[in-house]
């Protein structure tokens, strides 16, 4: 639901081309006025032809200024040139594209990105996990390299088969990962296919709502109250004039408005490489598929879904997150009751990229114990590589939702060991405990 911050940035950004335009064109025409002699003179303003250059100038080149504002340096690389992954067909009629990473024997983790996002959003789980487990990512249908079904239809049920139709290429059960739109891809899957779960090791949520996300992100009470009247029918226009929508995307993305609206989906360590890969990837998501993606997002609910769950659960929210308030991961840890949720200090939407680190130790710790049955934690300081562990003095607060209560406590990633996460406890069903 980054879509909204986005489109108002968008127009703010037509209405600055716009002006600067009629800055320009006002002093080119200029003004005939009369000298002392009585002579007529044209008469421009060098204020128009100044202020005009530089806001049009700005439309199209502020996003090499704007960025060095808004996020530190530092980032992580992208691993373009590593991928090597193909197109099937999806059980919705879909055609997926689908890319693996990791070694073919390792536990299989099978993550979903947001959405207006790629399967390039998990770069960063490929270079810290990508080591010990093989990582299965694919592109929601009509994003990325995926084509949608005939007819442009997107939904969440739609995702959801996909999902379960990509859980039975593969050889064994597999642990979901789902940021966002990907979360809710998960809880439909189960929702609407329960027998699925025979291929789930586990599942992880990160960063999501339960039902429509206007309900769950800040502002609810006010943009649910413009829901009917303006962003749906914003939506269907976006739909009707997609090339038109197309242009202003990229437009808005060469000004350094859409890096601007990206920016509220950080917390306060975003990077610039980081804020520039999920710009480019929003710029290049086709207008209709994502208004479309909007609307079916309008319309869906899976309250209690998670509650016919059998497997393992982790959730992950950040305390900052504006787009999917951390009470939505609180409302799904207690709908499934013996959830495990961890919320990340300082961590925004865009979570799983600013705080790669926590989120995947966490998710390297649980997936190892759901895949392998554990009865006692996975050390995580034996599992993951050096980069992974070198997280420096910050601290993790987590929260816990055990049978309805809520216990909190804060552990240091400073230690000369590595990475410690004492608060993973035991995984054992779905049941989890927390313990120092």
Known sequence: MLTLPRLLASIASIALLALGAHLLWSWYEGAWVRDLAGELVLLREDWRLWLGGALLGWSFLGRLVLPLALAGVGGRQHMADERRGALQDGASGSRLYVDQHGPADAPILLLTHGWGMDNTFWDAARQDLGGRFRLVTWDLPGLGKSKAPRGGVVSLAGFAKDLGGLLETLDRPAVLIGHSIGGMTIQTLIRDHPTSQERIAG?????????????????????????????????????????LSWLSKWQSYLSGSTHLAMRFGFGKTATRRDLEHVSLLATKARP????????????????????????????????????????????????????????IEGANHMGPLERADRYHALIAQFALNATNGATKPVIVDECLDDQLLDTGQEEVFARSEVEGSVTEHQSSAGSSSGLNVPHIGRLDGNTSKSSD
């Not at 769950?216 to 303006?230: R, S």
């Not at 869906?300 to 769950?309: N, Q, V």
């Not at 959730?315 to 009751?337: N, P, W």
Request: aromatic share 4%; net charge neutral; hydrophobic share 55%.
């Open 288 to 343: 209709a598929i994502e208004a479309r993606g909007n609307l079916a997002m309008f319309s869906w609910d899976a309250t209690g879904a998670m509650a016919a769950l059998d497997r393992p659960l982790l959730i992950i929210g950040g305390d900052m997150d504006v787009i999917t308030k951390i009470e939505a991961s609180s409302a799904i840890a207690r709908q499934a009751g013996g959830a495990k949720l961890e919320v």
């Open 203 to 243: 599942i992880v949520l990160l960063n999501t709502t339960y039902r429509n996300p206007l309900t769950t992100m800040v502002g609810a009470p006010l943009l649910c109250l413009l829901q009917k009247p303006l962003l749906t029918p914003l939506m269907w226009l976006t739909v009707m004039l997609s090339p």
